[in-house]
């Protein structure tokens, strides 16, 4: 059996736009087939979808780009990232592994078991992660064709407090966390981002989450390739754990279209 529900979704921007809104971790999605090989019961399941989605931030993409000047392209993962999570790296160079977090998940956020020990990854690997890299690398390929560049937003949400999970939970916790990566930051895309997300407080760099997305065809290889995320302290625009957005949703979707602008020139 396999599933009808897209693994993800490319929405179209303007022609002339280099920027890719990189949605990732927003859906609760998952295949029947998938659901099979989860070890936890129900409700325990839609807890833990309220602690590891990044809620909302589909919504926050989409109405950003409807704001924009030029509007952007959006990659927007419809599955959860339970099923796999599409950022993480597929071999051992990922540190996630350490708590049983690779590209397919073994271990909740709070370190209990979410699949059997003996769970083998690779199907799940080659039916979601390897297509879903290859459809990610294609829009940059597209974007570099037709504008001569390339600039991946990431956008995410973290909780207000820390979680067993995370490996750097003890760091700065602020509003707005800027993760970046040395090769594929450049300093005018971070300074934009700073002044854009300014009015919604506290703009940290690098905690608790770091880095950022890039294919890995084009990673610390192609210059072209801008990339910055872009992690949202979740009481800033809703209601923890899983909970509906407040106001707060308005302001950073006005601070989320004037870095897509910034990002376009």
Not at 59 to 68: D, P
Not at 132 to 149: E, F, K, N, P
Not at 196 to 205: K, Q, R, S, Y
Not at 223 to 242: F, H, K, N, Q
Request: contains cysteine; hydrophobic residues 40%; charged residues 25%.
């Amino acid at each position: 059996m396999t599933s009808a529900l897209p693994s993800f979704e490319l929405l179209p921007g303007a022609e002339e736009s280099p920027v890719i809104l990189h949605v990732p971790h927003s859906a609760r999605e998952i295949p029947p087939e998938v659901r099979a090989g989860i070890v936890l019961g129900d409700s325990a399941l839609e807890r833990e979808l309220d602690h590891i989605v990044d809620a909302h931030t589909a919504r926050l993409a989409e109405e950003a780009a409807g704001a924009s000047e030029v509007t952007p392209w959006r990659f927007v993962n419809r599955l959860s990232r339970l099923v796999v999570d599409p950022e993480r790296f597929p071999d051992e160079r990922e540190e996630m592994l350490a708590v049983g977090m690779g590209a397919v998940y073994t271990r909740t956020t709070h370190r209990e078991a979410l699949r059997p020990d003996d769970f083998d990854p690779a199907p799940l690997v080659s039916r979601y992660f390897e297509p879903y890299a290859l459809a990610m690398t294609d829009a940059v390929t597209q974007r570099l064709a037709a504008t001569g560049r390339a600039v991946i937003i990431d956008v995410h949400s973290y909780p207000t407090a820390s979680l067993p999970y995370e490996l750097h939970g003890e760091g700065p916790r602020p509003p707005v966390c800027l993760g970046t990566d040395s090769f594929h930051t450049p300093p005018e895309l971070l300074a934009a981002a700073r002044e854009a997300f300014a009015p919604c407080g506290e703009t940290g760099l690098d905690s608790p989450f770091s880095g950022t997305y890039v294919p890995l065809e084009f990673y610390g290889s192609e210059p072209r390739v801008g990339a910055l995320m872009i992690e949202i302290r979740r009481d800033t625009y809703m209601a923890e754990p899983g909970g509906p957005v407040h106001p707060g949703l308005a302001r950073l979707t006005d601070a989320l279209a004037a870095l897509v602008d910034v990002a376009s020139r």
